[in-house]
């Protein structure tokens, strides 16, 4: 399968492994920001397959993880209501909030439904005018454009009875918090190949001028990521600091404009809490006031839900690359898929799902 069977090639594999180990003179600490790349790396063995001093930590490159709690909350608020059908990508159903999540509230009756596509949910809006549709909208730059979509088509076809909770954030944000933070550790960044496909990677330069960072945009079969890792490496060894673009069969610099003008248009940037990482400011996207009549938070008056974040779950030091799921003392003990404390261990692309599926009973 062209473009993808040569990214997962194991002689290929081991020549970008060596290729890493020759140039590596020092210790670097290397953070891939997407949970995609986090589950490849996992999966593969790509972190053990390099030198020891080559540290791979894991970032908050995984929506559904830093959702915080307080939106998980206002979701099952809503979705309590008579007469509301709530929808929801499937990812999200069972994100633990304060009491309860999206899925123990379907099985005692609500009328939550998973969907593919918020379009699904224009839809259901009007085959079903007696109901109130409410779309969950959660993600980076990557999905906001789709739901930006729906907005948009709600607005042209006047329907007065959908709305979208909207929960998405902004990835160069997090990065340069993740920079500014006093305990850091990060030295160089795999940026997401799927995010700069919508957003180009244009913002990224300065964050790496500014910290003296290199940022490798990467797609994510282990040759990608590989890659990337070496680009890394060599621009560390150098002392050099730039943005490279290994994804260029997906990524430009620019990206999609016509999907950055509907977000220009329908969103608005706003300062965004992050699960287990607190305030980060211009960090997240909502509706801009044009569309305020299909804002879920100010219809259903749930804009002033803020439950305090769980204190056993660990997540927040995980997201910032501190420590690793393994080192967190709840992680295959307390913390499981089936009981999970937070986000991590249940969203698909999260650090603690890979290493519970892939991991588990080893030591790292």
């Given at each position: 399968m ?5 990214y997962?090639?194991?002689e ?8 890493i180990a ?11 920001v997407?949970g995609?790349?986090?589950h ?8 053990q ?8 930590v ?6 559904v ?20 059908i ?40 009007e085959?079903?005018?007696s ?13 906001a454009?789709?739901?930006a ?11 007065t009875?959908f ?6 954030v902004?990835?160069p ?7 500014d933070?006093?305990?850091n550790?990060v ?7 799927h ?18 960072t290199?940022?490798a ?5 282990p ?13 560390l ?7 490279d673009?290994?994804?260029?069969r ?7 404009v016509?999907?950055?003008q ?8 706003v300062?965004r ?16 006031p044009e569309?305020d009549?299909?804002?879920a ?36 003990t307390t913390?499981?898929p ?9 969203s698909s ?13 080893q030591?790292?």
């Amino acid at each position: 399968m062209k473009f993808v069977n040569e990214y997962r090639d194991p002689e290929t594999v081991k020549k970008w492994a060596q290729a890493i180990a020759d140039i590596t003179t020092q210790p670097w600490t290397i953070m891939e920001v997407c949970g995609g790349q986090t589950h490849s790396i996992i999966k593969h063995g790509l972190d053990q397959l390099l030198p020891e001093n080559i540290n791979l930590v894991h970032g908050p490159g995984c929506p559904v993880c830093v959702t915080p709690i307080a939106y998980i909350d206002k979701a099952l608020a809503i979705a309590q209501q008579d007469n509301v059908i709530f929808c929801s990508f499937g990812d999200m159903l069972r994100v633990p909030g304060s009491q309860d999540d999206l899925l123990s509230l379907k099985s005692q009756g609500a009328d939550i439904r998973i969907i593919y596509s918020p379009l699904e949910a224009l839809n259901l809006a009007e085959d079903n005018p007696s109901k109130q549709i409410v779309f969950f909208a959660v993600g980076f730059e990557t999905t906001a454009p789709t739901c930006a979509l729906a907005i948009y088509q709600a607005k042209q076809r006047a329907l007065t009875n959908f709305y979208m909770l909207v929960c998405h954030v902004r990835v160069p944000p997090v990065m340069q918090a993740l920079l500014d933070a006093p305990d850091n550790t990060v030295q160089g960044f795999l940026g997401a190949g799927h995010v700069c496909s919508i957003m180009g990677y244009h913002e990224y330069h300065a964050i790496s001028e500014q910290y003296k960072t290199p940022i490798a945009i990467t797609g994510f079969e282990p040759v990608d990521i590989l890659q990337g890792i070496y680009q890394c490496i060599q621009q560390l060894e150098a002392e050099t600091y730039r943005v490279d673009n290994q994804f260029k069969r997906v990524v430009t610099e620019q990206g999609n404009v016509t999907a950055q003008q509907l977000m220009q248009q329908v969103y608005i940037i706003v300062d965004r809490q992050w699960r287990g990482m607190g305030n980060i400011v211009d960090s997240g996207l909502a509706l801009s006031p044009e569309y305020d009549a299909w804002n879920a938070e100010k219809y259903f008056s749930v804009a002033d839900i803020q439950p305090d974040e769980p204190k056993a779950c660990r997540s927040g030091e995980i997201l910032k690359g501190l420590i690793k799921p393994v080192q967190c003392p709840e992680f295959n003990t307390t913390c499981t898929p089936e009981h999970p404390l937070g986000a991590t261990m249940v969203s698909s692309e999260g650090a603690c799902a890979a290493y519970y599926r892939y991991r588990r009973y080893q030591n790292d």
